[in-house]
């Protein structure tokens, strides 16, 4: 009787413990309406049984598409005729199918049964050959479920469907652009994967299906950027690659004129869609998890976890690059995280890379880890794709010295040995990577990692030879000898959080294994209290203040003389803050008094005082509750007591020199010192010019202001993003000439604000108290927003909503925008359309962009006015079309000199979204409307043979409407003349009491625009009053 019970499920694999899944469920409800009234019919008798029941409404429609859809996955022998049906009673273009087959495959395929996956795989190979729209889509996710380093049967089976899919529609795949470079990358990368003999054949069609790829679709091919080389060049020793590879190294235009070579390659940043497909959406689920829920000291059980379902075996070691690369130059986290105990990336990586039993894999990895280091550039990469290697590093000289030894010595080594004929421009990429490391504080310094005694001495001097210029700074931090037989808790939690319990380790620098045991389980579990007491400031997010470590100011303080070196003493040896201020106070005065006081005092009076008041500049300075008691108590401190004596000084004040010169030589050493001035200025009372004050000090440091300001605004966007958004409308009104359309300073705000601050903002701008763009740069601020992140671009867009700026300014760059690759601009610009009232201004921007069957802006919002506004629309299009199609050519050529009549879109354009709008949008009843019927008929008379063939169904909407009152108007009048001879003696009675001569008068009321057809004249008169 067991083996008789049918199964829990058609589609997935479930237990008797498992619930009913809710989108199985939802399918096979579905499929059994359509069971239900389709039993027992004919073929003809199914179809219209179907239609019939789909018209009856959008509910009824999903059930019969969505029920067809698992007839489909369920039986295979019914699949052909079940596909059949579907495309024939579908009336969204099988939208909503697609939306849920792309969710089966999403969230669900690691539960589908093996039939119900080759059901999917048929289901995509149909959609493809009869080139149904958004096909696509249902590829990509296919794509996302091969996963790499898996050569499991249901994996290489999986690869092979998709291989044979797109080799028998190669035709379609040219003409989807947008596919062709995921395709790429994804057999690239699963190419090195299949090298087992057993499937010798399948990586030979896969070889050739993507050189012949690359070399017929370069131009589509070279988006995904860098990470095309580091693919390439892990199959290009492959016999099918070996002349591929030739020409890119030494014939880059043999493959396609405009490239030209491996070097700008490398300077592409490479998209993140790209390295978020090599992972399957499982696999990323579960890595989100670990790098944004689990606690830091907690995550041991988590990777233990990991490995065992992705890492195990021999094959999955090449996973690794993928995970890296996505951790690196995918996964940035927010502030929120960066400042709580969450897991860091550098230690996930730091796992990673130390449980790596393969040398191919573990060069592959390092490479991985360093790849965006190459060809640095700050204008286009982000520090945090280069943080994570940096972190590593240094997080691992203490525990795992062997790991950050070899890292080292592949970044030495790499620089001459990645592409000899860029080793130059390699340097300098790593360079500049070094160079915004120490910018933007990641560490305070680099001496002591590369000044590390731990290292032996052959790779001492390779670091020496290779990085001289940062191998010393003015500040170093001294590397602790760790006695081996006591391990302190920093050094145990981070041995622990990149240590392994796996057996596979191999005790060999080249596989990034350590030199010792794992330490005992018996202290795996350090309370999260004590661990942070530990750490103390060692795993600061990069966002926070920089720690400065304080070093011995006595040098400088015997080149001092007089009150000056007294007064510095005894501010050295004061704790109490108000008795720091007094000497401040009289140190300042002092420097002001004394006429010996020159350069070289100024310069060893800031490192003093540089030192003595590092505990200002390590915190933050905004208070968390603002309001003036605590604003008051923030500026009580003696870095403001300076600021205060500059502030009272007159600008024609000679005595001010002296303190604008250590305020000078203090910024050089310690830059921070600017936005805390831009701080105690906004605070401050009694001065109402008071940003005067920044701009001589500006001026004292041979710089211009705006330049100054924006170094300083950045500084302070890193260090304390709400002292940032706190400052911003006292920039924004004291400077306006350089803040006020700034689309530097514009991005400053939007990649670092949350909702909080986004929130702050607006009210300032409603207040009045904030303005951010002005008309002259406003296009130039949105141009160059179109290349940000997606929350960068919505956050400007509330911004800009704030302002209340006219929807006209903005629609100049609508031509500009592509539905798919500026999607966050065309949405914000579409909810902004659906606000105003259609005009001729704003429905010829609309209509005079480019109709694509893939873009659905302008045929939304002409729905959607059409809906609102219908009579208004109808007039507008109804006198564009008009104007257009009734104007004699020579009347054209003269009117095309005229700016506005060059910027009418043309009759095609008019058809075009018309015709869009007719197949998209159902029954639309507005092109019914009398005024466009009007003109559609004017546009008949008019058109040329090729317009009317390619508008033909557009045009049919005029005649059959024409049809249908004219039969109207003929029974009407049929019906009058058999009813007069029953009435003919009788005497007439006034037409308003005749129902039936009402209904002819009304009938004929409708044809009156065609009489009004065969007046052209009188249209192109009206149409120039």
Known sequence: MEQNKPPLSKLMLMTILDSKDELDERLERHYNVVSNLITGLSEREVNDALNAFVGKGSQQHEEITLGLLYSILTDPKQAPRSYRDLTLVTRDMLGLVLLRSNQLI???????????????????????????????????????????????????????????????????????????PTVVFTFLRVITDHGNPSLSILRQRESEFCVSLLREKWTDCIVIGRDLVRLLQSVARIPEFDSLWRDIMLNPTSINSQFTGVEQLLRMRTSRKFLVSRLTPEMENKLLFLITKVRFGQQKRYQDWFQRQYLSTPESQSLRCDLIRYICAVFHPPNELLCSDIIPRWAVIGWLLTTCTSNVAASSAKLALFYDWLLFDPEKDSIMNIEPAILVMYHSMRPHPAITATLLDFLCRIMANFYPALSDLVKQGI???????????????????????????????????????????????????????????????????????????????NNLAPPEGVFSDDEDDIPLDKLKQDLGERFKPIQSPNQLEKVDVTEFLQQLEGDVKNLTLQLQ????????????????????????????????????????????????????????????????????VMFRNLAAMATEDPSRQPLLQVLGDMYNKQ?????????????????????????????????????????????????????????????????PTSAVGNSSL????????????????????????????????????????????????????QLISAHNIPVEHIMPILPKLDFVSHAEALTSLMVLLKQECPST???????????????????????????????????????????????????????????????????DQILSHLDHMRQVCKNASFLNNEQIQHALQQVQGSASDSQKTKFSDLLALAEDLDDIRTTRVLRGRKASINSSPKHSNKPKKPVEDSGESTEVS???????????????SSLVEDDSD
């Open 746 to 797: 514009l991005y400053m705000i939007v990649s670092s604000i949350d909702g909080t601050q986004l929130q702050d903002l607006i009210c300032h701008i409603l207040q009045g108290h904030l303005i951010l763009f002005r008309k002259d740069s406003f296009l130039s601020v949105l141009n160059a927003s179109l290349e940000w992140e997606t929350l960068e671009q919505y956050f400007l867009w």
């Open 671 to 735: 830059p921070k010192i600017g936005y805390h001035l831009l701080y105690f200025l906004k605070v401050c009372k009694g001065n109402d010019d008071k940003m005067s004050t920044y701009k001589d000090f500006c001026q004292s440091l041979d710089k211009d202001a705006e330049s100054c300001l924006m170094q300083d605004l950045k500084l302070c966007q890193e260090d304390d993003v709400r002292l940032f958004t706190f400052l911003l409308p006292d920039i924004y009104t004291q400077f």
């Open 573 to 640: 040896d004061e704790s109490d803050q108000a008795n720091q201020c007094e000497l401040m106070d009289r140190l300042v005065q002092a420097v002001i008094q004394d006429d010996e006081f020159d350069q070289e005092a100024s310069s060893y009076l800031a490192q003093c005082l540089c030192q003595l008041l590092i505990g200002q500049f390590n915190n933050n300075i905004l208070p968390k509750d603002i309001n003036d008691d605590s604003i008051e108590d923030s500026i009580g401190t003696p870095l403001f």
């Open 1002 to 1016: 009304s009938e004929e009321e409708d044809i009156r625009p065609k009489s009004k057809k065969r007046k052209k």
């Open 106 to 180: 999403f969230e669900k395929w690691q539960k589908l049964l093996d039939s119900t996956r080759h059901q999917i795989v048929w289901f995509c190979k149909e959609l493809v050959k009869n080139g149904v729209a958004n096909a696509e889509s249902v590829c990509h996710s296919l794509l996302r479920q091969v996963a790499g380093g898996d050569i499991t049967q249901k994996n290489v089976w999986l690869a092979e469907a998709m291989l044979d899919l797109f080799t028998e529609n190669r035709v379609w795949l040219d003409k989807n652009p947008g596919l062709i």
């Open 841 to 907: 201004e704003l429905l010829r921007s609309v209509l005079n962009r480019d109709c694509k069957k893939q873009d659905l802006f302008a045929v939304s919002v002409l729905k959607y006015w059409a809906q609102e506004y219908e009579d208004r629309l109808a007039e507008i299009i109804h006198n564009q079309l008009t104007k257009v199609s009734t104007t004699p050519k020579k009347r054209q050529r003269v009117s095309h000199s005229a700016k506005k009549d060059k910027d009418n879109p043309s009759v």
């Open 431 to 509: 360079f500049t990577s070094l160079a915004s490391i120490l910018e933007k504080r990641v560490l305070q310094s680099l001496s002591p990692l590369f000044d590390n005694p731990k290292l032996d001495r052959e790779l001492r001097s390779l670091i020496k030879e290779n990085f001289s210029k940062f191998c010393s700074t003015d500040i170093k931090e001294p590397t602790p000898e760790v006695n081996p037989t006591i391990v302190s808790p920093v050094a145990k939690e981070v041995s622990e959080l990149m240590d392994n319990s796996t057996p596979n380790h191999v005790n060999d620098s």
